[in-house]
């Protein structure tokens, strides 16, 4: 059995994750804002606990790269581009191209369309996707976010390995990092966020790769298309 020391470093482990969690939520929501800086003072003041797991904390959101460390003034909320954004969407697809197309690999040894297993874990993943679509539809974007992040993590979990989902999730929080603050200066999102999960979900279910590819390219396309509009400059009139 652990001694107290072990108890205590399960605690602050915990703790650690629970602040990083909730951080990351704050800047999703939109309540820490690009550019935004401070220390791990005001965290543990905030949070009512101590600095260690909260420096901890900061640094894991720093490592994931949602924030920068500055040695002499704390922490501040990463400020991306839309470049960066670009660079997202094309390392996001690399990640699902290879997992589409080891679908149709006659090497290939995961779960098939008819599997008991499959067809139940999808079932679940389906869910999660129709709550994801009618968020879209409906323009909640705190909503969205929530059920995209779990929804893409269970699928590639699914057709991926253990490391791909991780760096993909990876990758989706920073793209929603990146694009939550240009998203919420819209009025109403109804209609303009992606909302093709159950379609996404649907041909996997077939293993067919080919049209999984091409609901992926149809979002990439329009998520760049939506975010660089909302970067651009004004025009002059």
Not at 61 to 69: R, T, V
Not at 182 to 194: E, K, N, P, Q, S
Not at 196 to 209: I, K, M, R
């Amino acid at each position: 059995m652990p001694g107290p020391s072990g108890t205590g470093a399960v605690t602050r482990s915990t703790l650690r994750q629970q602040i990083a969690d909730a951080l990351r939520d704050e800047v999703l929501a939109g309540r820490l804002q690009p550019g935004q800086e401070f220390t791990v003072k005001e965290i543990a003041e905030q949070y009512g606990v101590s600095a260690t797991p909260v420096r901890e904390a900061l640094v894991d959101l720093s490592a994931q790269g949602l924030l920068d460390a500055d040695h002499h003034r704390g922490f501040r909320v990463h400020e991306y581009s839309f470049e960066d954004f670009r660079g997202m969407v094309q390392a996001r697809s690399l990640v699902t191209d290879g997992m589409f197309l080891a679908l149709a690999d006659d090497r290939y040894e995961g779960p098939r369309p008819g599997d008991p297993r499959l067809t139940a874990d999808l079932a679940a993943v389906r869910r999660r996707g129709e709550e994801a679509q009618r968020a879209a539809l409906t323009g909640e974007l705190t909503v969205l976010i929530g059920y995209d992040l779990r929804y893409w993590r269970e699928l590639a979990a699914l057709f991926g390995n253990p490391y791909l989902s991780d760096f993909l999730h990876r990758l989706r929080v920073q793209s929603w990092v990146c694009t939550v603050q240009h998203l919420r200066r819209l009025d109403d999102l109804r209609g303009a966020l992606w909302s093709g999960h159950t379609e996404l979900v649907d041909a996997l279910t077939q293993c067919d790769a080919r049209s999984a590819r091409a609901l992926v390219a149809a979002y990439n396309a329009h998520s760049l298309a939506l975010i660089e509009r909302l970067t651009s400059p004004p025009t002059s009139p």
